[in-house]
């Protein structure tokens, strides 16, 4: 079959690989409908912690077409949703709802690499989620949404404790950053303000639910969300880039008592200790445990209430991975589709 | 009136001060009954941002002498216990529970100085609380701790998120660690691990409620944590010390989806983002609202169903002061009561 592989920075190839087998009795081989390209992804190509040859991808939809003897909810001809961390989603971790760091986790960038055409999925009873049937093709985008940049943007929105009456800030207008608007919208915030420079990335925050546009950064970016909030800041703040000024920027933009949700893979950053405790914020953040919001969250796209495959600006073959790549690089491209 | 200055690392002198004075409606002046030196007044004595000549105390008891025109909850003659942040109880940030960082907070410590005879309260009725009457004197330390020793350890256990049938690890065992410990055990943890190296400190530990002590740190010491916890790290840890090593050790014990809970003064910390991130913790902290539990605090001390007062192992009079101190940075005492 043929994959995506990262040789160094900027350099992404597709190449024959070997095709996936069962090799577990709780495995599943699904045939990949679509994939995609996540911000994260970018961080190696652009230089950061560069592996020498990586497997790259971990969002993915695809129908089953292998099982193991043991895997009993999903089965060959099902449409399956996977979150971007293997769980077994039975151990205490998964039970209290973070399955991206159950005790058999598995990142799924890396080891197994679904930009291609099959992929094997361990732990395919606690990892994939199969739709009510199969999906039309219009929504195959907000399900692969799902596998990663809505649920990690659902995430953020609920570690920020995002809910009825509360004022939101967003840090971060990539596809996680507005996919943490639309969850914020569905979780009843009263006030979401965007905080984005690109006309395009603004008309799909409002488009999803934002209310407020903030250009500014630093200092006098956080003046804005001080203007917008009584001079308090916001009780939620969504942080969805990773490196230390979002960080900062999120943190200093939270009242006194408010929550971070935090959810950019974290880069060179440093929390200054003394800043952290006068703040007196909650912040709660990470790799998301996706598979936690999966079944509502195919629920909400099947019964056409959301639709957030909208992140997804440009649609290429798997073999075109590297102009993939290139666009969203340039920042040509929100995201990225693949179809194998 | 006499009072503690503190003039520089290690130099700590009680003189004549001015008699407080009512300046503004709001405020109350009270006669002190009881101060004492805080852990994190150590922080200056032992060189830490030592100001040039500060006034020293930020913990108190006393009896209204006087209060203006526009004080409605207490009266002259009423037995007080306050928070050692000044708070106007009414703002939004207040409203939710976070008093410490009031929009109108004034921190006591410096700007008032409890280590004195008298001191003047600013927004008295949204710092006070009155205790149900005037309190027999042995009393007197138990509420005294809950000015702030006993409201931070509570906020930590809180922040923490201790609850019934969780694992909690307490990091530090000075004062507010212990007290730590006695909230937990409040509020229904099922094991209580202590990490103390010293003797006496171990022995009020298990009296206020610690089922383990791990005398081990850093690395070893988060193995003993997994260890107590089938390998997954304690659901809360409440860090009680400030310090780069207790707050890394507090993240490290705590499990994917856990919480710390941290109130010990931030000192030269700064926290790995890459760390955090992939460590999937929620971390709350900063200055105790002590006030938010006050009243409740104050019940179960008058109610006798808690006995924080013996967190002070040693009384001096308030002239004494230099030698409270002393005794404090030996760890020749775990806390020293001050009687004016």
């Not at 692969?144 to 943007?153: E, F, H, I, M, N």
Request: charged share 25%; net charge negative; glycine share 12%.
């Amino acid at each position: 079959m043929r994959g995506v592989i990262m040789y160094g920075p900027g350099d992404v190839r597709v190449e024959e690989r070997e095709d996936p087998q069962i090799q577990e009795a709780t495995d599943a081989v699904i045939k990949i409908v679509a994939a995609c390209v996540c911000g994260s992804d970018l961080w190696p190509y652009r230089g950061a912690d560069t592996p020498d040859k990586q497997l790259m991808g971990h969002e993915y939809v695809g129908v089953v077409e292998q099982v193991g003897d043991e895997v009993k909810t999903v089965s060959p001809g099902d449409f399956v949703v996977g979150s971007f961390v293997i769980s077994d989603n039975t151990c205490p971790i998964c039970d209290a709802g973070y399955q991206s760091r159950c005790v058999n986790a598995v990142f799924v960038d890396g080891s197994i690499g679904t930009q291609a055409e099959y992929a094997r999925i361990p732990f395919a009873d606690g990892t994939l989620v199969k739709t009510p049937g199969m999906p039309d093709d219009d929504l195959v985008p907000s399900l692969l949404a799902a596998s990663d940049v809505l649920g990690t943007g659902w995430f953020a929105a609920v570690a920020a404790e995002v809910g009825p009456g509360k004022t939101v800030a967003v840090v971060g207008d990539g596809a996680v950053g507005l996919l943490g608007i639309m969850a914020a919208k569905h979780l009843g915030a009263e006030k979401i303000i965007a905080m984005s420079r690109h006309e395009s990335r603004q008309k799909l925050a409002r488009e999803f639910g934002a209310t407020d546009i903030v250009e500014e950064r630093g200092k006098e970016g956080v003046e804005k969300i001080k203007e917008l909030t009584y001079g308090l800041g916001a009780h939620s703040v969504i942080e969805a880039v990773g490196s230390q000024e979002s960080m900062m920027q999120a943190i200093r933009s939270t009242r006194p008592g408010g929550h971070v949700g935090y959810v950019g893979v974290s880069h060179d950053v440093e929390l200054p200790g003394g800043q952290l405790f006068f703040g007196l914020v909650h912040l709660h953040g990470g790799p998301a445990p996706v598979r936690r919001f999966l079944p509502e969250l195919i629920q909400l796209i099947w019964d056409r209430k959301i639709d957030p495959g909208k992140v997804f600006d440009k649609t290429l073959p798997l073999d075109h991975a590297a102009e993939a790549y290139e666009a969203m690089d340039k920042r040509e491209a929100i995201k990225v589709l693949l179809r194998p």
